[in-house]
């Protein structure tokens, strides 16, 4: 699975593809330290993974690399198996990062504006960042590519879509101001990727 503009050749070399998946990935882990210090959460697997670590005091990380399992039989059949393990490689060092940055980065409670517009800004670029080298980081980016690529239906209009239904179900159980300001947030970084991540300019195919 490669990213490619117009001409049939890879865009980017292999330190290229490295140095671009720890940027999106670290940009990523970086955006939950933002929602966490604000008590906001987030659409995709990853919303999922935060609204269950909330009061089961689980490792957000854990249950983020475990979620995103299943969408990898989805990724080898549909985007083959360099996109697969690009993504898989983004999950891995995403989660484990996620888990570590408390132990050395401190952020302070955040007014819940200012947690879901940096998270939106940081998780937008990051996401980017990994899907202009071929990545994602699992669950319905996987699925959110597959269908512009091969739809020209917009990633970011997919995952937004997705996102209202997580945060429709979040209303049972969080009051309603804090799944404002999370969609606020999810808004965001969907519009960045809708406008940023055009299908004439970088499509995953196989």
């Known amino acids: 699975m490669l990213l490619l503009d117009t001409p049939p050749a890879d865009r980017h070399s292999a330190s290229e593809d490295i140095q671009g998946i720890l940027i999106g990935a670290t940009l990523v882990a970086v955006s939950i330290q933002f929602l966490r210090a604000a008590d906001l959460f987030t659409g995709q697997i990853a919303g ?29 059949r549909q985007m083959g198996w360099t996109f697969t393990l690009k993504s898989f490689a983004a999950v891995t060092v995403m989660s484990s990062m996620a888990d570590a940055l408390p132990l050395v980065l401190t952020v302070e409670p955040l007014h819940p504006a200012v947690g879901a517009a940096l998270f939106g800004v940081c998780a937008g670029v990051g996401l980017l960042s990994l899907f202009r080298h071929g990545a994602t980081l699992g669950g ?17 209009n997919t995952q937004l879509a997705f996102d209202l239904c997580v945060f429709a179900a979040a209303l049972a159980l969080f009051d309603w101001r804090v799944v404002a300001w999370s969609l606020l947030g999810a808004v965001i970084l969907n519009a960045i990727i809708t406008i940023n991540h055009r299908r004439d300019r970088y499509i995953a195919r196989s």
């Open 140 to 156: 319905v980016g996987i699925v959110a590519l597959w269908l512009q690529d091969r739809r020209g239906i917009k990633a970011g």
């Open 48 to 76: 999922l993974a935060l609204i269950i670590s909330y009061p089961s005091g689980w490792s957000f990380g854990a249950l983020f690399f475990v979620l995103n399992l299943p969408f990898y039989l989805l990724a080898i």
